[in-house]
């Protein structure tokens, strides 16, 4: 009976989910992911994401801050659109968000953020500007969730899944 026990106890270590996010490119241009706490929070180090990919990204417990993208070839440093999240927030919920307010014309990086599993709440659009984002200082546009794995699409839907969604749209309505 302890061996059940211990294989239980180590079964269910095992299954904790840990903080991710895991960065899907929607396009095949390739990007460097940037990472930028909030003060307090520890670095990160940049991912690569290739076209057509999807990279993983781990965040340590109460990890609080944003990420950007910056797509191959292109100069600038800036911020662009960007994927907000606080990992083990009040009540023990994790806080997300698309914020456009930094770059509002950046609108081939960063556009979509959701629960893994649920797959809502969502916070973003595939087309910006939209109602899903901050795009003001004062939104109240924050969405939380339990859950501590989160999705987000990066870079522009292809024309073929594109179509492909909007006839499915249409389809259904």
Not at 100 to 126: E, F, L, R
Request: hydrophobic share 35%; aromatic share 10%; glycine share 10%.
């Amino acid at each position: 009976m302890r061996f059940f026990k211990a294989v239980l106890a180590l079964a269910a270590a095992g299954v904790a989910a840990a903080n991710t996010v895991d960065m899907v490119s929607q396009d095949n241009i390739g990007r460097e992911i940037r990472f930028v706490p909030q003060e307090g929070s520890p670095e990160l180090p940049s991912l690569r994401l290739e076209g057509g990919e999807t990279v993983t990204a781990e965040f340590p417990k109460g990890w609080i801050g944003n990420w950007y993208t910056v797509r191959d070839g292109d100069e600038s440093d800036g911020n662009g659109m960007l994927g907000e999240i606080r990992f083990d927030g009040w009540g023990g919920l994790n806080y997300f968000d698309v914020s456009a307010i930094v770059k509002p014309d950046d609108v081939h990086n960063v556009k979509i953020i959701y629960p893994k599993n649920a797959q809502t709440p969502i916070s973003g659009c595939q087309t910006f500007p939209c109602d899903n984002a901050y795009n003001n200082w004062d939104d109240i546009q924050t969405k939380s969730s339990p859950e501590k794995e989160f999705v987000c699409l990066i870079g522009d839907l292809e024309a073929q899944r594109r179509h492909a969604r909007d006839m499915l749209t249409k389809r259904w309505a």
